[in-house]
């Protein structure tokens, strides 16, 4: 009986003691719920995984380290530290065989997710899902993350074709789609400062090349001596030696300090991270080069012009600015018209060498993809660029020649005719029935 009593105090001790230790065992050895959702965002050129955002809902401000477990399909050894970012501060990366460790040192709170993108992942050959798991730990304690799945869709026909393009060796060195597509906002970034050149540079080489003709045949030496070497020295030498030396060279005149004093609040803009002095500079190269064409092209557009026109309106009591300005001009703009196309579509393309002095516009912003790539598809994309410009205007240039000589001679280019019984076939049948 005694001893009966003893085991039944000692189990009554037991239970008590239990009872007073169990809760606190059992909040030390589980640890807080963390949740794990995964935003898988694809290319749209070939299917492939570019971004993978996971979204990590800490479960408690205890939360000091995740281990993120990559399925060996997306070889996540491919992933450097720079291609993780945390939405939270404070956080250390690091990447230890397949597994990517994050270390959370402050900042945390128990009811704000965490945000986790990488960057870079190798998608898999075969399309479907990959389960993502991993491991939340609370100081001492950890717990596993509930799997999540990486999904990577099927290819359709058209991201096939470009998946079969990346892997044939020319065709991927030379007209890669997916670093085209990565190319075209830079381009067309590059694209409107070349516009913005050609722009201001023609306009500034149109009166410029106007002075320069008249001058050449004006009748005192002194006057057209210094046009006719201008122009032959500027004719006569390579454009890009010219950009080199206006480009820097014009910085030490006195003039161009002065001029650009003066423009105040219109020298200190920029548009791409390029200073605004810069397109000055380039602008004027250009203009320079231009005017000195356009010269040539005006002067042999006034000279077609038959001296009985300048007569008849000096003998109706016109000056010979007024002669030139109402009779002459006109009809000179008229003819040289599609030539004057053709020289802003030469001034355009003159646009890319813009790059040698450090101009960010089209060729240079090729250049910097393909330095990044080491691929040759950026200069193709540009290319594209600059014949979006020029064969338009191409087409625009002969359709006015043709509509400029209708109105000169009253008929427009000779068609050849096909003569009936000219044919091939005809020929043959001729032959057959002799």
């Not at 250049?367 to 625009?396: C, D, E, K, W």
Request: without cysteine; glycine residues 6%.
């Amino acid at each position: 009986m005694q001893a009966h009593m003893r085991r039944v105090a000692l189990a009554l001790i037991a239970i008590l003691v239990g009872a007073v230790f169990l809760p606190a065992i059992a909040g030390a050895s589980l640890a807080p719920e963390a949740n794990l959702s995964v935003d898988t965002q694809t290319t749209k050129l070939t299917a492939a995984v570019s971004i993978v955002t996971l979204v990590l809902e800490p479960g408690s401000t205890d939360l000091t380290r995740v281990e993120l477990d990559f399925p060996q399909e997306l070889r996540p050894d491919q992933v450097k530290g720079r291609n993780v970012l945390v939405s939270t501060e404070g956080a250390d990366v690091t990447m230890v065989e397949d597994v990517i460790e994050i270390d959370f040192l402050e900042g945390l709170g128990s009811d704000d997710p965490i945000e986790i993108t990488i960057e870079g992942l190798t998608t898999p050959e075969s399309p479907g899902d990959y389960d993502l798991s991993g491991t939340a730990f609370y100081g001492s304690l950890e717990t596993m993350l509930p799997d999540a799945a990486v999904i990577i869709p099927k290819p359709n026909i058209g991201q096939r074709l470009v998946l079969w393009i990346e892997d044939q060796p020319f065709l991927h060195l030379f007209f890669s789609p997916v670093i085209i597509a990565e190319a075209l906002p830079v381009l067309v970034k590059g694209f409107q400062v070349a516009v913005l050149i050609l722009f201001f540079g023609y306009i500034i080489a149109m009166p410029g090349g106007l002075a320069l003709s008249f001058m050449k045949m004006a009748k005192s030496r002194w006057v057209r001596w210094p046009s006719t070497f201008y122009i032959d020295l500027v004719r006569g030498t390579p454009l890009l030696v010219q950009i080199l030396l206006v480009y820097f060279g014009i910085t030490f005149l006195p003039f161009y300090k002065n001029l650009i004093d003066g423009l105040g609040p219109l020298a200190s803009w920029s548009l791409y991270k390029v200073d605004a002095t810069q397109y000055y500079r380039i602008i004027i190269a250009l203009a320079l080069n231009s005017s000195a064409y356009m010269a040539e092209i005006f002067r042999a557009g006034i000279q077609s012009i038959h001296k009985g026109q300048l007569e008849a309106a000096r003998s109706l009591g016109m000056s010979v600015p007024q002669s030139m300005a109402y009779v002459v001009i006109p009809q000179t703009v008229r003819r040289i018209l599609p030539t004057m196309m053709s020289e802003f579509i030469l001034l355009f393309k003159d646009t890319s060498l813009a790059f040698s002095v450090g101009v960010f516009e089209l060729t240079l912003q090729a250049r910097t993809v393909q330095a990044r790539t080491f691929n040759m598809s950026p200069y193709i994309a540009a290319a594209g660029f600059y014949l979006l410009l020029t064969l338009p205007l191409g087409r625009f240039v002969a359709s006015l020649e043709e509509r400029l000589s209708i109105a000169e001679t009253g008929r427009g280019p000779e068609k050849k005719v096909k003569k009936p019984g000219s044919g091939f076939w005809s020929r043959k049948f001729a032959k057959e029935s002799a």
